[in-house]
């Protein structure tokens, strides 16, 4: 008996298309879906009607994609995704990445073999590429981070704006040597990295590629980093962090060594998480709705999952952010 494995080594197509085509995945050319349903009849394949049924089952279950469960901001999305799954009837499966690429995909499994209704990412590992086979077997929404490339629903923020307006306000304070702190390549560390640029280049600045700091996430990160900073030649008077953790962590390390914030080192965070107002001094920051962000982004799911909006549609909720002025800038 043939297999989809058969019927793409005929075609010479991956296993992926192929199972698109059979589960009339919309993002599939006429040419492929003519050269499969060929294929199929010519070798004798007929879809297995038991596993497509399997397919169709409700079980009211989430998947939520989370890189890590200590960071607040992460948990007051959660908090917003909880709140409607609860009140229409749906459970959560909280799904612990680590920044995996491995454990991300390993998760997606729960949709591909029916164990959840769906799966709403709050960050992204990896290349949406490897991603998208896996929205043929239920709605994927893109919550928070986001892909430029993406085929789903995403609610996110203009990052770019946010970045231009936190860089714009440490300009405004008479720094001319600011330091960036940046993330992972994803759409959204792209975005913030550009409009802090934008400010950059608008204001006539340079940036030294040394004040450029990758990889930032955590209060490790953050005393990483200031070490780093200690060592340079040419101090920045300003670093702009990609999340309070990261900030309030240097904020620390800053008083640790002697150093005034902010006369010495003014510090701005992102997100406008509890410790921003709970650090001395308190943070600056970018404030994002989390939990909004979270609410948003089920309302979407259920929607999908119901029909009444297209789950393999890029359509974009974008929401505000704000800058907060606090004493560390």
């Known amino acids: 008996m043939a297999t989809i494995a058969d019927v793409a080594q005929y075609t ?13 995945y919309p993002h599939v050319s006429k040419d492929k879906r003519k050269l499969v349903h060929d294929a199929m009849k010519e070798l004798g394949y007929f879809p297995n009607t038991s596993a497509r049924n399997l397919r169709n089952r409700k079980t009211n279950l989430v998947a939520v994609l989370i890189p890590r469960l200590t960071n607040p901001f992460f948990t007051l999305i959660l908090d917003g995704i909880e709140k409607v799954a609860e009140a229409n009837g749906f459970q959560l499966i909280i799904c612990q990445t680590k920044s995996s690429k491995k454990k991300e995909l390993d998760f997606l499994n729960l949709l591909q073999t029916k164990q959840v209704d769906g799966v709403i990412f709050t960050s992204i590992e990896n290349e949406w590429e490897e991603i998208e086979p896996f929205t043929a077997h239920g709605p994927i929404i893109l919550c928070n981070e986001y892909h430029h490339n993406a ?23 008479g720094h001319t040597r600011i330091a960036y702190c940046m993330g992972s390549t994803s759409g959204l560390s792209t975005d ?23 990889d930032t996430y955590t209060m490790e990160d ?36 002697g150093l005034d914030v902010p006369k010495d080192l003014a510090i701005l965070g992102f997100d406008d998480q509890p410790i921003a107002s709970l650090i001395e001094p308190e943070l600056s920051t970018i404030y994002q709705p989390g939990d909004e962000i979270g609410a948003r982004a089920m309302d979407i799911f259920i929607d999908c999952l119901n029909g009444t909006q297209e789950r393999n549609r890029a359509t974009v909720k974008m929401l505000p952010l704000s800058l907060v002025v606090r004493q560390s800038t």
């Open 151 to 173: 085929t789903v629903p995403m609610v996110r923020l203009d990052q770019v704006q946010g970045s231009y307006l936190g860089t714009q306000h440490l300009i405004r304070k």
């Open 222 to 257: 953050g005393k990483r980093v200031f070490i780093e900073l200690l060592k340079l030649s040419e101090r920045p008077t300003a670093i702009f962090t990609g999340g309070d953790e990261v900030a309030s962590a240097m904020v620390k390390e800053a008083r640790r060594n």
């Open 192 to 214: 913030r990295r550009r409009g802090f640029f934008n400010a950059i280049e608008e204001a006539g600045l340079e940036v030294k590629p040394e004040w450029i700091f990758r």
């Open 12 to 24: 010479g197509l991956s296993s992926a298309t192929v199972s698109r085509v059979i589960n009339n």
